[in-house]
């Protein structure tokens, strides 16, 4: 059957935004398998017209250009939120708030207009998912209902604009972008097409009115945000949140900011009444953790500018397999392969005939090197059957050569050691004379992981 000219369709990568005139197996733009589909020909002719139509400005010097914007924030009163966001919310800026189904993005949204509406600002928040009754039971759950938060539920964006135009809020939310669709394009909603095009033209809407506009964002079983990658490119900042559905923690996490620090993180916890901040976590990643066990292991992490006390477990024991298990919680397993062979190789222990089983307590994820000098003690610590110290924390990068190398922020992980009560620390000895910390904090400098071990006996 042949089609009408009106509807021939191109083929689009759903990452990248590449196009094809036939279907590829693998997209020839960001090389990735199976990630084209068919989109309308007239939708990628109006791909760039909503860009082309925004309001145009006249060239200025540099020197004229105001740099007011952290004086112009809008502070949202949750320590959490404002600490990912540099500050709070820019004017006219547009946030993405991304994360896997169910992990609380709705919850989280409401609970930043709630506080944002509580102070005398009209906030709209616009859903396309949920009913006007559903938004009333969760907000209901979660406290006293401000009399500023205006609701619609709406997914046509043309008309979202215009109730935006008359009601003029402080700040817009869209719940969630995959939702939305413009009615000039023939695709359906959450496709490549209409993604880019409402986010663009949310995007010239949230700059010509000055509204902070936040848009909630799904995630694909990979990890990635649904929709083109244009989208992350449009939006100014990009907030992932996250966390293991078996824990009650949520973190919230910036990769992408162009107001502020990126990596940066808040910590949740999730209650019957919503989400509660965390201001100390690391006491509550330390609070159960058992008195002087093989295996236990504290570091300090840095997420951001905040320096984290989690607890590190290593369990080490006869593997009756052909092939011996290999299983990390929060630590990336080729990470850990890697360590397992520097231990065998200069540490002279027998691991290849063991199952080992890595541990971040707390559902926390674990990405920066300062983390391997403690899992390489932590499995040594459950290997020998001696327990480390409870007052004693480790960290360090190690090296191939068995080598520990130095971090960054070393002083603000020994403060915060210092902080929670812990005496000793276990760090690498390069730049360790120039370090500034508290005096109640004893130090263990070490070059090589044979001399952290030798430390660990006597600490143990």
């Not at 010239?204 to 990890?223: C, D, F, M, R, Y």
Request: charged content about 25%; proline content about 5%.
């Amino acid at each position: 059957m042949s089609r009408d000219k009106d509807t021939k369709t191109v083929y689009v990568c759903r990452l990248c935004g590449q196009t094809s005139a036939k279907w590829l197996g693998r997209c020839p733009g960001c090389g990735e398998w199976h990630t084209l589909v068919d989109e309308p020909v007239d939708t990628l002719v109006r791909k760039g017209r909503s860009l082309l139509s925004a309001s145009q400005s006249a060239p200025l010097p540099l020197l004229e250009v105001s740099t007011d914007v952290d004086e112009a924030r809008i502070f949202i009163g949750m320590n959490e939120m404002d600490r990912v966001l540099g500050g709070g919310l820019v004017p006219g800026s547009l946030v993405l708030l991304a994360g896997e189904p169910g992990i609380g993005k709705s919850t989280l949204l409401l609970q930043i207009l709630c506080h944002l509406a509580s102070n005398q600002k009209k906030i709209l928040y616009v859903s396309g998912e949920e009913s006007l009754a559903q938004i009333r039971m969760r907000s209901e759950r979660l406290g006293k209902i401000p009399e500023s938060l205006w609701v619609a539920c709406e997914s046509e964006l043309d008309r979202i604009i215009e109730i935006v135009k008359e009601q003029s809020p402080s700040v817009l939310a869209v719940d969630s972008i995959q939702t939305m669709f413009c009615g000039e394009i023939l695709s359906a909603p959450g496709s490549v097409a209409q993604v880019r095009e409402a986010t663009a033209r949310l995007m010239q809407l949230a700059k010509s009115k000055g509204i902070p506009t936040i848009l909630v964002g799904h995630v694909t079983k990979e990890g990635a945000i649904a929709g083109p990658r244009v989208l992350e490119h449009l939006v100014d900042t990009v907030l992932y949140f996250e966390g293991d559905r078996s824990h009650t923690f949520r973190l919230l996490r910036t990769v992408k900011n162009r107001y502020g620090p990126t990596h940066e993180i808040g910590v949740f916890e999730m209650t019957e009444a919503g989400l509660k901040q965390v201001p100390n976590p690391s006491e509550v990643f330390l609070g159960q953790r058992p008195k002087a066990v093989p295996g236990s292991v504290i570091v300090p992490c840095m997420e951001g500018t905040r320096p984290i006390l989690v607890e590190i477990q290593a369990l080490v024991s006869p593997s009756h397999l052909a092939m011996p298990r290999r299983t990390s919680t929060g630590i990336d397993s080729s990470r850990l392969a890697l360590l397992i062979a520097v231990a065998e190789r200069h540490l002279g222990v027998a691991l290849f005939d063991r199952d080992i089983f890595i541990n971040v307590v707390g559902g926390l994820k674990i990405s920066e090197p300062a983390s391997e000098l403690a899992v390489i003690m932590a499995m040594v610590s459950s290997l020998r059957d001696v327990p480390l110290n409870m007052d004693t924390a480790v960290f360090g990068e190690v090296g191939l050569t068995g080598e520990v190398r130095a971090v960054g922020r070393t002083e603000l992980r020994l403060n915060e050691a210092a902080r929670l009560g812990l005496k000793r620390c276990i760090i690498p000895q390069a730049g360790s004379h120039r370090l500034k910390f508290s005096d109640s904090l004893e130090i263990l400098p070490v070059k090589r992981i044979d001399e952290a071990v030798a430390a660990m006996s006597k600490v143990s």
